[in-house]
């Protein structure tokens, strides 16, 4: 088979990584890709949302998949162009990638289709965003109603911080992504995230993790587009893993494909375990980053037949996927001063080097000068990720493998998996 992989991050590093360990990939061709991904196939400078220059791309090199890494890529419609060409695509249609695209979308559609979430209000102006505010309790949650890497979300102690978050939002921070807000209820609980395959009709459960979305160790300082993860996350216990199938995924499967739109790729739901049972947090319309890298040092099956399931409509006859009885982890080293504005060009040592056989460096933002040195180039810039008997091995080796990377213009956190270790 020949695979176009659109995308450039740690996700789409892991998502290559997996893809070209398959017996069935002849040819491996990915857009833009990073340069980690370099040594996995073909690099080709497009830019994720030139929907026609990814038709033309899989055209050209005979693509019998085009599989989608970023939520950018769906909004662009580049599964829509990739339907109208006849080119089987991993990755939903731009009207079914609203429920990440669009926060205000997706609450009105968890009213539609009876999804539990928090109570919410959407406003398109200050005033009433502020006038909202009396519906609710501290701490207050405002969310930027569009696509916003991540950082979207303001939790507010206080009503202040919540009136300043709703003028910064509306008030163009984040583009047209903030030209709504949504206010909603704050969730007591753990949260996690839970991965769904669907093939337009039929759907299974692959996978689950658990994310750190604070920039800094004891879950302080900004919300972040995740700083870390590890799986198993032990808040997934079969029964969680079990409601949030059925209110939750298979609903909004069922509901987006009645509103027209079948979905073909992977659902993220990241939802708040709390005492009344799964509430949806938000839905993600491609797998996490980097809740993918720790899903592919997992995955045992071969990924490829379950992308090809999904654009085929044939998920029904795919086997159970198998998971490999060991725990993995993500740590992500960032540039200083991600996320508001990392510090690009510092020179990166020792990355590459062989960490073993259970540790796998992804690259997320990391450029490579003529001569093969390593720079940052983004805010996530590499995933140092590792496997083990257990979540505490697992973490011990990934740390060392941190230990030996020489980068004094990045940042970590220290206290990855705290919570399923029971400390910080
Ligand atoms: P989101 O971008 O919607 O995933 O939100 C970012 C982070 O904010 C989540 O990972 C949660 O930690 C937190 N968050 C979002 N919505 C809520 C809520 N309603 N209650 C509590 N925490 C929330
Ligand atoms: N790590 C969270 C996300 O990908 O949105």
Redesign the pocket.
């Known amino acids: 088979m020949n695979i176009l992989l659109v995308g450039s991050g740690g996700r789409e590093h892991a998502l290559a990584w997996k893809i070209a360990a398959s017996p069935l990939v002849k040819r491996l061709v990915m857009a833009p890709g990073n340069t980690g991904m370099a040594a996995l196939g073909e690099l080709r400078p497009l830019k994720v949302t030139d929907a026609p220059g990814l038709i033309a791309l899989a055209q050209e090199i005979s693509a019998d998949l085009i599989v989608i890494g970023p939520e950018i890529a769906v909004e662009a419609g580049v599964a829509d162009a990739a339907a109208k060409a006849g080119i089987p695509c991993f990755g939903p249609v731009a009207a079914a990638g609203r429920l990440e695209s669009s ?1 205000a979308f997706t609450k009105a559609f968890t009213d539609r289709h009876g999804l539990p979430t ?1 109570r919410y209000r959407t406003c398109d102006d200050a005033a009433s965003a502020k006038a909202a505010l009396d519906g609710f309790s501290p701490p207050y ?1 405002i ?1 930027a109603d569009g696509l916003a890497a ?1 950082k ?2 303001v ?1 507010a102690q206080d009503r202040a911080a919540a009136e300043a978050a709703i003028d910064d939002a509306l008030g163009g921070r984040f583009g047209t992504a903030g030209a709504r807000v949504v206010i ?4 007591e609980g753990e ?1 996690g995230s839970l991965f769904a395959l669907c093939d337009g009709k039929d759907s299974i459960v692959f996978g689950s993790a658990q ?1 750190h ?1 604070r920039a800094y160790d004891g879950e302080l300082g900004p ?1 972040t587009g995740g700083m870390g993860t590890y799986s198993p996350a032990p808040v997934f216990t079969d029964e969680l893993v079990e409601q949030v199938r059925t209110r939750l995924a298979e609903p909004a499967f069922a509901g987006i494909a009645a509103e027209g739109a079948p979905y073909k790729g992977v659902l993220f739901v ?1 939802l ?1 375990a709390t005492a009344d049972g799964p509430k949806l ?2 839905f993600n319309v491609r797998f996490g980053d980097p809740e993918c890298q720790v899903l592919m040092l997992r995955l045992e099956s071969d990924l490829v037949p379950y992308l090809v399931a999904c654009a085929h409509g044939t998920l029904a006859q795919a086997p159970a996927p198998v998971w490999r009885d060991e725990a993995a982890i993500c740590v992500v080293l960032a540039a200083d001063g991600y996320p508001e504005s990392p510090v690009t060009g510092s020179i990166i040592r020792g990355a590459e080097q062989d960490f073993g056989p259970d540790v796998v460096v992804f690259h997320a933002g990391a450029s490579r000068d003529e001569d093969g040195t390593l720079r940052a180039s983004g805010g996530r810039v590499l995933n140092v990720c590792a496997r083990g008997a257990t979540l505490q091995e697992a973490r011990d080796k990934a740390y060392a493998a941190v230990a030996r990377i020489d980068w004094p213009g990045g940042f970590h956190r220290t206290d990855i998996g705290w919570r399923a270790l029971g400390a910080r």
Request: proline share 0%; glycine share 10%; charged share 40%.
């Open positions: 926060k928090a949650v969310k991540g979207g979300v939790i909603e209820e704050f969730l949260i994310d979305k919300n990241e708040m947090v938000e």
